[in-house]
C-alpha cells in the first residue's frame, strides 16, 4: 500500500477543466472485506501547472492496532498537454517509524533525492542519468490520461506502469514491469498491479484495486 502512494490528451478531450479547477474524492480502503483507512485525494490544474495531494489515515475498528498516516504530493508543468513533473514529497508514519521522501525534476530526469532517516546502502543504480522519469503520483495521473506508459521512480525504486485498458475502456490494468529497487535486490518486486475503473466523464477513478504483496486493497 505504502508503495502505491509513494502517476492531458484523453482528459482534455473529454472534458477537463483546464484552468482552475479542483478536483476531490474520498475512498475507504478495505483489505479482506474489512475497512482499514481512509484515502483523500486532491488534483488542481491550472493552464500551465498541476499539484497532485493524498492524504491517507488508519480508520475502522483495527485502528487501535494498525495505525499508519501518509501524505503525498506532487506538482509540476503543463506544456503543450503534457505533464512535467517538478516536486514530489511523501511522508509515512506507523508506530514503529516514521519517513520522508523529497525528489526534484528538471530537464525530464531526476536531479535530487532525500530521505529520512538516510539511506546507509550505496545506491546501486544511477537514476540521475535514467531519462524521462516521473514521480508515481504525476505518472499515475498521465496513465489515467489515457498514455499507455509512464517510467517512475519513487525514491525507493525504478518501474514502468503498462496501461491495459478494457474493450469498453471503463477498466485500465497497470502492469508493473522493468523493475529495480535503488538499495537494494533488484528481484524483490512486491508491487503487482493497479486495476481502476473510471467513466469517460469521470476526472479521477470511482474504484480501485491495487495489489500488493499478496493482498488486494480496495479503495471504494
Known amino acids: 500500500m505504502k508503495l502505491f502512494l509513494n502517476s492531458f490528451v484523453f482528459l482534455f478531450l473529454f472534458g477537463w477543466p483546464v ?18 483507512g481512509e484515502l483523500n485525494w486532491e488534483i488542481n490544474i491550472d493552464s500551465d501547472e498541476y ?5 491517507l489515515k488508519n480508520k475502522g475498528f483495527l485502528s487501535a492496532i494498525y495505525r499508519f498516516n501518509g501524505e503525498y504530493f506532487s506538482e509540476g508543468l503543463i506544456n503543450k498537454k503534457r505533464l512535467i513533473p517538478k516536486k514530489y514529497k511523501h511522508f509515512w508514519q506507523t508506530k514503529k517509524t516514521i519517513k ?3 525528489l526534484r525534476f528538471g530537464g525530464d530526469k531526476l536531479i535530487s533525492l532525500k530521505q529520512k532517516p538516510a539511506e546507509e546502502e550505496i545506491i546501486r ?3 540521475f ?11 499515475f495521473q498521465k496513465i489515467m490520461m489515457g498514455e499507455k ?9 525504478l518501474y514502468t506502469m503498462m496501461a491495459r485498458p478494457n474493450e469498453n475502456n471503463n477498466q485500465t490494468t497497470i502492469e508493473i514491469v522493468n523493475y529495480y529497487n535503488l538499495w537494494a535486490d533488484h528481484k524483490r518486486n512486491k ?3 493497479i486495476i481502476f475503473e473510471k467513466k469517460i466523464t469521470e476526472i479521477l477513478p470511482h474504484k480501485m484495486h491495487i495489489y500488493f504483496d499478496g493482498k488486494i486493497f480496495k479503495l471504494e
Open 51 to 55: 499539484s497532485n495531494k493524498l492524504s
Open 125 to 127: 543504480l544511477n537514476v
Open 100 to 102: 520522508n521522501m523529497e
Open 149 to 157: 506508459s509512464a517510467l517512475v521512480v519513487d525514491g525507493r525504486r
Open 19 to 36: 484552468f482552475g479547477a479542483e478536483i476531490k474524492k474520498s475512498y475507504g480502503v478495505k483489505v479482506g472485506g474489512i475497512k482499514i
Open 191 to 193: 508491487f503487482e498491479k
Open 129 to 139: 542519468d535514467v531519462q524521462y522519469t516521473n514521480d508515481p503520483l504525476t505518472a
